[in-house]
């Protein structure tokens, strides 16, 4: 069994900052790419950013600049740095990874979402 499990997310005031992160945990034999979507009320779920097991990263043209994607292979985690928030940022984040598990195949694992609220 595999889970991903995100936390960080919260409420911060426009033009600030927040980091979220995603552990995997479980049967891992090994990650391909992790990234993070998310989704605002009313909205579909949009991609955010993606990161490689080479650590090549990419971007929505919305978030270039501000956030950042990073992963520690180590301990299975991917992180997003968030910087100069603004309310249309507002919305649930979540991370998703390539696992390949024990048994060898290879498959996309959600986590279960962390709100990030961008308000004064």
């Known amino acids: 069994q595999v889970q991903l499990v995100e936390s960080g997310g919260g409420l911060v005031q426009p033009g600030g900052s927040l980091s979220v992160s995603c552990a995997a945990s479980g049967r891992i034999f090994s990650i391909n790419a992790m990234g993070w979507y998310r989704q605002a009320p009313g909205k579909q779920r949009e991609f955010v950013a993606a990161i490689n097991s080479g650590s090549m990263t990419n971007y929505a043209d919305s978030v270039k600049g501000r956030f950042t994607i990073s992963r520690d292979n180590a301990k299975n985690t991917v992180y997003l740095q968030m910087n100069t928030l603004n309310p249309e940022d507002t919305a649930v984040y979540y991370c998703?990874?390539?696992?390949?598990?024990?048994?060898?195949?290879?498959?996309?694992?959600w986590g279960q979402g962390t709100q990030v609220t961008v308000s004064s």
């Open positions: 998703n990874a390539d696992i390949r598990n024990s048994d060898f195949r290879l498959r996309k694992y």
